[in-house]
């Protein structure tokens, strides 16, 4: 069975102009999210403050969950519906030092005025502020270390610093492109969504390495041709292997979105989007990045 | 030829096998007793948010547990300075770890004393003026550091006694970084009253009653020196409403908790109350009969936390070491209350940073979805090979089902916790291993369709994918070991599982698959390879 014909040949790298606007705009997009509409929430691992689920056995309506709220003087708490029937998720976003006594006050008023509804508290999450700084700083650090790995291995192992560069921009990119759309979808950026973001970077160097890799065995075969066209034929070779793989990932992150539940659902969400970049970012974020290093910085060594 | 590919299987088959004994643990629990002698794993650790339970990060305020020591140093040198007969005027502390020392008379005196018996004080910036001397004494920072971490030990000894008797199944209680405590209970039911437990400092303290000194006049702010308001706070059973009774107390303490050698719940209830009572350690009972003998007819105030619990009037001197606290406990606290007392005061107030609790049930949902959905993947993705590359189809998905197996055999036997974040590694690990088993065939193919022999493709595929496996993986396996390296909790659980997944991966991938290839086309004349 082929899902690819052999001798395949689109010209991918000759629509980079296009891809670049529509890469610089996504870009915009994503950041201006992020940083200027604050769309990026910190989630309560990291921001600090109480997360408390809630299911009841009976019938429930959300505004009477928000009155409950209101009632006992919690006007920041943000109530929404989550996972099956009659279940809430009830989340304060705060640094403060006293957040486990307000917790224990949130859960004790929500037993007695759900009192014939059997509320089952199902999860309570209270973060001090002095750990969400924690956290974040060390999960900044520990993946800031692994890229500078990355960028090592790859220019050593390519013997050029271009292929190094182009993987590390086109991570970079998926990092931003995921941050993005959570921001934009309203998810909020928990410790679960960065488990994400690890992954993501883990598919998308995966996906580049493939690439690169035919692409210095293409250099040794056809001496003549310029980098350019190499790296067209090195992506249409591969290409076969990049929709098999992608194909059956998406498969398996799909089904993980569909019936994996509720606390997995963001998480899933967020795959899907970072796939979908990892695998664009190849073609049109590392290779040219690679290409234009070549062109005007180290012009043309990179054939050598 | 023949003869190493047969070792190369008898060896494959061996890891497999040892593979599938350490995974049997966590598959059933009907295993005989002779199994898991010779078999030394568990079941897979399951992490908190899969399992349910509650996870407590704490921190220990040692600057409180230098306070109190420093406080307990101005008593004693209180005491030498009235026994050495040097007037003293103001003797003070000023901060958490400086005593101000105000005196008149010859220094000498002093310094000599200090020198004796307070090697850890550092004088600073003495002054005299009119004949009075004024000395800040400091506490030596080494002194400081080494009372700190005494209490962080005591209070992870302490914690760690009071889980073990409130009884909970495989508890985790460690040491983090310097000054914090992690805490992991799975599988409990009631956090409130744990956290109540844990956190509960439980200082117990007897002080004397002022019966001379006036409570209102100190309630207005008139508090006789040397003495100290303190509270009993009760509620009434009908009302439900709180009160707090002031009372003027002595403010030395004239014992501690420390001396408790054993505390139970008393059932000889004559008025509906429920008592704890007390034993006391030798020195204890002698203390407390010194205390008792010399102070009869006064009140004697049972204070814990800075709550007085009661007060009674000391009728005789008290030998045996014995006493009670009485309240209007449940069952429940009175049988909290024993047993904190029997494991020991904190050192210092805990306070808790992190908590999250998962109920039970949530944990399971959890599972439940997680493994239905995982099953599901699993059906397609195999069925996805075999339909795509025919017969050599089924030697991938024997790699692919291989990689899950060590991958989960290896985290049974390093006993790592696996955790929603440690799945996402999984799914992780897997991707890249149909990953590899893709480039192996396209590449397979791409050479059979340049002309090569069947034996001289799968030979060329396998050295070509080789390179690019081990490139992909190697950079992704570095990243992991970054991440294990600093990382903390979810990114840790994330990282081990990729980075054993992608262990598992080269030697399924790359070895096993090849030899299942080789033994194929073992057969000379093979002519189609169905791929």
């Not at chain 1, 970079?172 to 690890?198: C, K």
């Amino acid at each position: 069975m082929e899902l690819i014909r052999p001798g395949t040949h689109i010209d991918f790298i000759g629509k980079k102009k296009y891809t670049l606007w529509i890469s610089a705009i996504a870009l915009l997009i994503c950041l201006g999210s992020v940083f200027l509409f604050g769309g990026l929430k910190y989630g309560v691992d990291f921001a600090g403050g109480i997360l408390i689920q809630i299911k009841f056995s009976k019938p429930v309506d959300i505004s009477e969950v928000r009155n409950a709220m209101d009632a006992m003087g919690s006007k920041e708490a943000m109530v929404q519906a989550f996972g099956g029937e009659n279940e809430f998720l009830i989340r304060i976003e705060k640094a403060s030092e006293d957040l486990e006594v307000l917790s224990k006050k949130i859960q004790d008023s929500l037993q007695e005025q759900f009192k014939g509804k059997s509320a089952e508290i199902r999860r309570v999450e209270v973060v001090g502020p002095k750990v969400g700084k924690d956290l974040k700083e060390k999960a900044l650090y520990a993946v800031g270390l692994s890229f500078l790995a990355i960028l090592i291995y790859v220019a050593w192992r390519f013997k050029q610093v271009s292929y190094g560069l182009g993987g590390i921009v086109a991570l970079v990119h998926d990092v931003i492109v995921v941050y993005g759309v959570i921001s934009i979808a309203g998810i909020e950026y928990s410790l679960n969504v960065m488990a994400v973001i690890l992954t993501v970077i883990g598919f998308s160097i995966n996906d580049t390495i493939v690439i690169f890799d035919r692409v210095r065995e293409d250099v040794k075969k056809f001496r003549k041709e310029d980098l350019e066209t190499i790296f067209n034929t090195a992506i249409n070779e591969t290409l076969g292997r990049t929709v098999l793989t992608s194909g059956t990932v998406m498969m398996v992150v799909l089904i993980l979105f569909f019936f994996g539940g509720a606390v997995i659902h963001d998480f899933a969400f967020a795959l899907i989007v970072g796939l979908i970049s990892g695998t664009y970012s190849t073609v049109y974020i590392a290779s040219p990045v690679v290409l234009f290093w070549e062109k005007y910085i180290s012009k043309g060594r990179g054939r050598s | 030829m023949l003869k190493s590919l047969r070792w190369k299987f008898i060896l494959y088959a061996a890891v497999t096998v040892f593979a599938i004994l350490l995974l049997l643990p966590t598959l059933t629990s009907q295993l005989p007793s002779w199994f898991m002698k010779v078999i030394p794993t568990d079941k897979i650790h399951l992490g908190l948010d899969l399992q349910g339970g509650m996870y407590l990060l704490l921190t220990v305020e040692g600057e409180k547990a230098v306070e109190s020591y420093v406080e307990q140093i101005r008593n004693n040198l209180k005491d030498e300075l009235k026994e050495r007969g040097i007037p003293v005027g103001r003797l003070e502390t000023e901060k958490p770890d400086r005593i101000v020392l105000e005196f008149s008379g010859a220094k000498e005196k002093v310094d000599n004393l200090l020198s004796q018996r307070f090697t850890m004080l550092h004088e600073l910036s003495p002054s005299s003026e009119g004949g009075i001397w004024k000395v800040r004494l400091v506490l030596d920072s080494r002194e400081t550091d080494y009372v700190k971490k005494r209490a962080i030990d005591q209070a992870l000894e302490i914690i760690r006694n009071r889980v073990d008797q409130f009884g909970v199944a495989e508890p985790e209680i460690t040491l983090q970084g310097t000054d914090r405590i992690l805490v992991q209970l799975p599988g409990i039911k009631d956090a409130e009253r744990a956290k109540k437990l844990i956190g509960q400092t439980a200082l117990l303290e007897f002080k004397l009653v002022d019966e001379e000194g006036d409570v209102d006049e100190a309630l207005k702010g008139n508090i006789p020196p040397g003495d100290v308001i303190l509270y009993q706070r009760s509620v009434d059973p009908q009302t439900g409403a709180a009160r707090r009774m002031p009372f003027l107390l002595k403010e030395k303490t004239l014992m501690t908790g420390e001396f408790i050698k054993d505390a139970r719940v008393s059932l000889e209830s004559g008025f509906g109350e429920t008592h704890v009572s007390m034993e006391f350690t030798d020195v204890g009972a002698k203390l407390f009969e010194q205390i008792t003998g010399s102070n009869v007819k006064k009140r004697l105030a049972i204070i814990l936390d800075n709550n007085v619990y009661s007060a009674p009037v000391i009728q005789e001197r008290i030998a045996g070491g014995r006493a009670q606290i009485t309240g209007r406990f449940t069952p429940e606290e009175a049988n909290d209350l024993a047993l904190v007392l029997r494991s020991g005061s904190l050192p210092a107030p805990v306070t808790i940073l992190e908590e999250r609790t998962v109920g039970p049930s949530l944990g399971e949902d959890s599972i439940r979805k997680g493994i239905f959905s995982i099953i599901v993947s699993a059906i397609v993705v195999v069925l996805f090979m075999v339909v795509y590359y025919k017969a050599t189809g089924i030697i991938a998905d024997v790699a692919l089902v291989l990689n899950v197996v060590l991958t989960l055999a290896a985290l049974a036997i390093f006993r790592a916790t696996l955790t929603l974040p440690g799945i996402a590694g999984l799914v992780l690990s897997i991707g890249m291993a149909v990953d590899a088993n893709i480039l192996v065939h396209e590449r397979i193919k791409e050479e059979l369709r340049w002309g090569k022999t069947i034996r001289a493709a799968i030979d060329q595929g396998y050295h070509r994918a080789f390179i690019t496996i081990i490139d992909s993986n190697l950079t992704t396996l570095i990243a992991g070991v970054f991440l294990y390296q600093f990382g903390t909790g979810p990114v840790r659980g994330f990282a081990v599982t990729l980075c054993i997944g992608i262990l598992a991966n080269i030697f399924t991938a790359v070895y096993v698959t090849r030899l299942i290839f080789d033994f194929v086309t073992l057969r000379p004349g093979t002519k189609k390879l169905s791929i």
